[in-house]
């Protein structure tokens, strides 16, 4: 069943698009957004492709939330929405509040295919109308609508194993290196930490500096990204940003009135072909207020090509600016423990293995050409068993996928969540120290500060990388890396994913 589902709901690959008016994009669209004062409300034109749906607990959705702007400011905020009355015209179509929102109390929403019973090959969408919350103060508005493709699995985390009994300072259960911790949450409302035989442990050097371990550290959200964080997802983010904010989220310094590092994550004045991330602004910067940031990898200096890259996963994110992310889209980061569950499901786990189930891959390389950067850019030799490319030279979002793949020519997880292991590495917390094990990270409010920094202060700052790539020794789904990395420290090998 699983290999038969992957091989149709993996073939999908995500864009977003943030729109003001109309542009046109390939999987996942927003157009046509209007805002009616009569009504509070927003409408606007959704289409997505190769929605899937396994049953009322395991299917893809699209998550939406807007910011807008008051003619009398330059910043952009969160529009909150109403727990009801969203509607839309296909009677095929489900638009609605969306679950398990910790933070936001219902007032996220989201779209799915309502009438499917397995997969849906063609576009899935309708027009929507999404009524907001009374207590905005609006001043001749302008809006941007954003869409994230999740999945959401309401059992994930019922009951999994964690560690693999063989990978480098895995978790295992009592004084038995050689197993894999059991977690049930019919048994277990916290976990006790030790060499008992219902006990969980660690070979890691760090131990685990508490006695018991609380039952939330064990349960992921149960929406989330399908994909690792896209160029343009980021690009939207910074362009919602004042000049300060964005200065800090990128790692060229951009405070001034010109700069020649234009390429502000690679910090060089052309795209660096060999780590793909396309991610710039002009030379030329305003005198004081925001910049607009563009995905450019065909070098050209025209934003937003259709050949520019925007589906390339984003790299040479920190901790910082993943949290920032984030805490914007109203979403949550990962632990250690939660990335494991999400790789292997309810599965026995298999030693050394990646999210794909099998402990075997194959390094790949983009195929060059004219498809190269485009949202049809694919890899050589396809199809692959375990399709690992290296992080500091990231792919498209899907890219392993086609309309015939499975599990592990795709390279999904057992939930059908996309490059979990074999492209940017997945940053996360890292469950080190007593803080870490202690505090409940959930999702966001949808607000970062002034300076461009997430206000979560239930989301320790203590990160590691887990997923793999062929750069440095491939991450298996259970190692666990000796050393935390810097919170505020970017990498071409780092990107990251979250969910609520």
């Known amino acids: 069943m699983m ?81 009801t009355g969203h509607s839309d015209d296909d009677a095929d179509m489900v638009f609605w509040s969306a679950p398990n929102s910790t933070s936001i109390d219902g007032k996220r929403i989201a779209v799915k295919a309502g009438h499917i019973s397995t997969f849906t090959s063609g576009t899935q969408g309708g027009n929507c109308t999404a009524i907001l919350a009374d207590n905005i103060d609006f001043f001749h508005p302008s809006f941007k609508v954003f869409g994230i493709e999740m999945i959401q699995i309401s059992s994930v985390g019922n009951e999994y194993y964690i560690g693999d009994g063989t990978s480098e300072n895995r978790f295992h259960i009592g004084s038995d ?26 070979t890691h050097p760090d131990g685990i500096p508490v006695a018991s371990i609380d039952g939330h550290i064990f349960r992921p959200p149960n929406n989330i990204m399908k994909y690792e964080i896209s160029q343009i997802q980021y690009v939207e983010f910074l362009n919602t940003l004042n000049r300060i904010a964005q200065n800090n989220r990128v790692a060229t310094d951009v405070s001034g009135t010109s700069i020649i590092d234009v390429y502000v994550f690679t910090q060089t004045p052309t795209v660096a072909i060999f780590t793909r991330n396309g991610v710039r602004c ?52 990962l632990n250690e423990i939660e990335y494991e569950q999400l790789c292997r499901g309810s599965e026995n786990p298999v030693p050394n293995e990646f999210a794909w189930g099998t402990s075997g891959y194959t390094s790949v390389g983009i195929a060059s050409g004219s498809t190269k950067g485009t949202p049809e850019e694919f890899l050589l030799g396809a199809p692959h068993i375990g399709p690992l490319k290296g992080s500091s030279s990231p792919m498209r979002c899907g890219a392993a ?19 979990l292991s074999g ?74 994913r979250g969910g609520y």
């Open 401 to 419: 996928a086609t309309a015939t793949s499975n599990r592990l020519t795709s390279g999904a997880s057992a939930y059908g969540i996309m490059e």
């Open 282 to 333: 002009d030379e030329i910067l305003p005198n004081g207020g925001p910049i607009t940031f563009y995905c450019d990898y065909s070098g050209n200096g025209v934003p937003n090509e259709y050949n520019d890259g925007q589906n390339i996963a984003m790299n040479y994110l920190s901790g910082e600016d993943l949290f920032a992310y984030l805490d914007w889209a109203g979403l949550g980061p």
């Open 177 to 202: 290196t050689t197993q894999a911790y059991f977690w049930d949450q019919n048994i277990f409302g916290s976990v006790n930490v030790g060499n008992g035989p219902d006990d969980i442990n660690t």
């Open 3 to 83: 290999s038969t589902l992957i091989s149709k709901i993996a073939f999908t690959f995500l864009a977003l698009f943030v729109l003001i008016t109309s542009v046109a994009g390939n999987n996942l669209q927003i157009s046509n957004i209007t805002y009616d004062e009569g009504t509070n409300s927003l409408n606007f034109d959704i289409s997505w492709d190769n929605a899937f749906y396994i049953n009322s607990t395991w299917q893809d959705h699209i998550y939406i939330f807007a910011k807008y702007r008051n003619a009398n400011s330059s910043s952009w905020k969160s529009v909150m929405f109403e727990e």
């Open 423 to 496: 492209n940017a590495t997945e940053l996360v917390i890292a469950l080190r120290s007593s803080s870490s094990f202690t505090k409940i990270t959930g999702s966001s409010d949808g607000i970062i500060d002034n300076f461009g920094y997430t206000n979560e202060t239930n989301w320790v700052k203590e990160i590691a990388q887990k997923g793999g790539h062929i750069s440095n020794d491939a991450y298996t789904v259970s190692r666990r890396n000796t050393n935390l990395l810097p919170y505020s420290a970017r990498s071409s090998f780092n990107g990251g």
